[in-house]
């Protein structure tokens, strides 16, 4: 049976409705983005006149921690989503509804990415006036960067959400932290030659690291290395093929342990 | 004519406790029927079931002839649940929760929907306000709405009227009443509202402890049991043959 337009678009209604009431909602959207990438942006700058390594790529730094910033606010905006529906107690009531777990998905995923494009747009828009800095320098490959970003943060969305539905909402802490344990391992200030062997073999089987590997060798070799982008894409096919496996599994575990019915009340 | 929900020896277990054991019912169309019992009997693990949120240990449930576990979409299409315990988005107005169940829903012709419902539950008035700011009275009978958004053949009620003032929670009654006879549709209410479940249901089921212990026709079960009111039949069926 096929996916219903109607349904997804429903869903992605309900969250499009919710961030439009509430203006505190959007400055929220958009407030930490900006403060990270103007925090970042100084540093940057720093590094760029007192490092031999970036001093002739001003910008690389702050260019990973927008790509970051985006990661982070993809992957925490799918969860957010799916957080939301606990929080104000709608759970039940979404399924209930005949919506079949890959619209849920589907729904989401295209939800998470408008969350972060509000967030993300203005943040790129301060970076050409404040430093001077522009995004673009990327080419049209920042657009796969962007692209392997995006699809390995709704990855992580979709795994903690399957957990969320397999252990409810005490999973919902470890929602918060997936990002940050993998921050180290991604390599996203620093060359991979940084971490100890060991960290570099987990490292080497993350997306994260080709993608920004691929990032530094765009600004500061102006080399483009294909062989990195498709890595990420690989990686990225792998990790999104058993997320979604897994929330399928979540979602029917959940029915036998009477999961979604705890959720919801 | 087939029934629009049929129950065969149902079963669900978590580990080492049974919730519900082998239970059967059947509501055929157009019908009422009251699901009682005491807190922990199994009721709502009986509704989650019927609903597809929970996975059956053993038995069927057949929903106007359909499998649920075969069908569950195309069969939630056609059936809605009302409860106090599960609430709509607090931050979106009425209509903004009705216009988004009624897309999850497929519903065609979705303002006409929310006019005609909007009249029948008098929303009116509130349709642009939101949810999270109104009265309990208000927020039940916006539930309300959405669990009939879909025009459903059968309708699942977890104590409808639980927290509603008197006029309030007659005002829900007699509009059940009206509409069941208006859609010809069938109600599986699951209530503590001894006079509420006399009013509306033509037969009752009495559940302990995960069976059905006893069913049958409201003021048949008053005389079955020799007591005055169904209340007290409750009591005598939960608390024990002798006492009371």
């Known amino acids: 049976m096929k996916m219903s337009f109607s349904r997804i678009y429903g869903l992605f209604l309900r969250h499009f409705f919710l961030i439009t009431r509430s203006f505190p909602r959007i400055l929220d959207l958009i407030y930490w983005p900006s403060i990270q990438i103007t925090l970042w942006g100084f540093i940057s700058n720093f590094f760029a006149t007192h490092s031999t390594y970036y001093n002739n790529a001003v910008g690389v730094i702050l260019t990973c921690a927008i790509l970051y910033d ?34 849920i998905i589907v729904s989401l995923i295209f939800t998470a990415l408008i969350r972060a494009l509000i967030g993300l747009v203005p943040a790129v828009l301060l970076t050409s006036p404040l430093f001077g800095i522009s995004l673009f320098d990327l080419g049209i490959h920042l657009f796969f960067l ?48 940084i971490l100890p062997d060991f960290f570099q073999k987990i490292a080497y089987l993350l997306p994260l690291v080709y993608i920004f590997e691929e990032a530094r060798s765009i600004l500061i070799e102006h080399n483009v290395n294909y062989q990195n982008i498709l890595n990420a894409f690989y990686l990225n096919g792998i990790y999104l093929f058993a997320a979604i496996s897994l929330f399928y599994y979540s979602f029917n575990k959940a029915r036998k342990k009477g999961t979604l019915i705890n959720i919801g009340e | 004519m087939e029934n629009s929900l049929e129950v065969i020896n149902l079963s669900k277990s978590y580990d080492l406790k049974v919730a519900v054991k082998k239970i059967d019912f059947k509501i055929k169309h157009n019908e009422i029927i009251g699901l009682l019992g005491p807190n922990g009997c199994g009721k709502t693990t009986t509704i989650g ?27 939630l299409q056609k059936i809605n649940f009302i409860s106090p315990y599960i609430e709509l988005p607090k931050k979106l107005t009425v209509k903004q929760n009705l216009t988004v169940y009624a897309k999850l829903y497929s519903v065609k012709n979705i303002n006409n929907r929310i006019e005609y419902l909007a009249e029948k539950l008098r929303l009116e008035s509130f349709l642009n306000r939101v949810t999270g700011e109104l009265s309990s009275g208000q927020k039940n009978r916006v539930s309300l709405a959405k669990a009939l958004i879909n025009d459903p053949s059968l ?83 939960t608390r024990g043959e002798n006492e009371l």
Not at chain 1, 152 to 167: D, E, K, M, N, P
Not at chain 1, 171 to 184: H, Q, R
Not at chain 2, 56 to 70: D, H, L, Q, V, Y
Not at chain 2, 180 to 204: D, P, Q, Y
């Open chain 1, 146 to 193: 962007f692209l392997s970003l995006y699809i390995f943060g709704i990855t992580l969305g979709i795994l903690v959400s399957a957990g969320l539905l397999r252990f409810g909402p005490s999973f919902e802490n470890i929602a918060w932290s997936t990002m940050f344990l993998l921050a180290p391992f991604g390599c996203i200030y620093y060359p991979i030659e």
């Open chain 2, 155 to 237: 309708l699942l009620l977890d104590e409808p009227t639980a927290s509603l003032d008197p006029e309030i929670g007659d005002f829900v009654r007699t509009f059940l009443e009206d509409y069941k006879k208006e859609k010809k549709i069938s109600f599986l209410l699951a209530s503590h509202n001894m006079n509420e479940v006399t009013r509306l249901c033509s037969s009752i089921l009495m559940m302990k402890e995960g069976t059905i212990i006893d069913r049958g026709r409201p003021q048949d079960l008053i005389k079955k049991h020799g007591r005055k009111n169904l209340e007290e039949v409750f009591l005598k069926l």
């Open chain 1, 70 to 103: 985006f990661l982070f606010r993809t992957s925490i905006g799918f969860n957010m989503l799916f957080l939301e529906e606990i929080w104000s107690r709608n759970f039940t009531n979404l399924f209930i509804a005949p919506m079949k777990i890959s619209e």
């Open chain 2, 49 to 75: 079931m019927i609903l597809g949120l929970l996975k059956p240990t053993t038995g069927e449930i057949f929903i106007n002839g359909m499998k649920i576990e075969e069908n569950r979409i195309n069969i």
